[in-house]
């Protein structure tokens, strides 16, 4: 990584330490990650409406690197992988769906006769749009009937 801070002692030690705790050869996240994809966006920036980037999903190359930085929490590390490397669309169950990566958040989509249920919707107007797309794309175009909000974020409460 460009421009990366030199973990201090303290830090990587602890990072060792972690290491060689956690059961590193199950790997059953990164399939479990993979399960009911549906399809992801065509270009991976998410732009405002007036071009501006709100959310790249090609900006963590770095992430492709299995094993994490001394500077970095391995188990962190792993977690931002999977959420870096398995994005867009996927299908939970019958009827529900997810967006996933577009932002910091997970959206679900419950599909019902008379439209989207909306649980939980991404930090942003316009990646939750982006996100939306990618539903009426694969799933068809339905009005959204509602809108859950199960915690508070920056953006809503």
Request: aromatic residues 10%; contains cysteine.
């Amino acid at each position: 990584m460009e421009n990366a801070k030199q973990a201090t002692e303290f830090t990587s030690a602890a990072n060792r330490t972690l290491l060689a705790e956690l059961p590193w050869d199950d790997t059953q996240d990164f399939a479990a990650s993979r399960q009911g994809f549906i399809a992801t966006l065509d270009d991976p920036v998410i732009r405002d409406e007036n071009g501006r980037a709100v959310w790249d999903l090609s900006a963590y190359p770095f992430l492709t690197e299995e094993t994490a930085p001394p500077s970095v929490n391995p188990s962190l590390w792993r977690q931002s992988r999977l959420n870096a490397n398995y994005h867009g669309l996927f299908k939970v169950t019958a009827g529900v769906y997810q967006i996933r990566g577009f932002d910091l958040s997970v959206m679900s989509i419950v599909e019902s006769d008379s439209g989207y249920l909306v649980i939980d919707p991404l930090v942003t107007p316009r990646t939750a749009a982006a996100g939306m797309e990618l539903v009426y794309q694969h799933l068809g175009r339905k009005p959204i009937v509602a809108v859950i909000c199960t915690h508070s974020h920056i953006d809503h409460w």
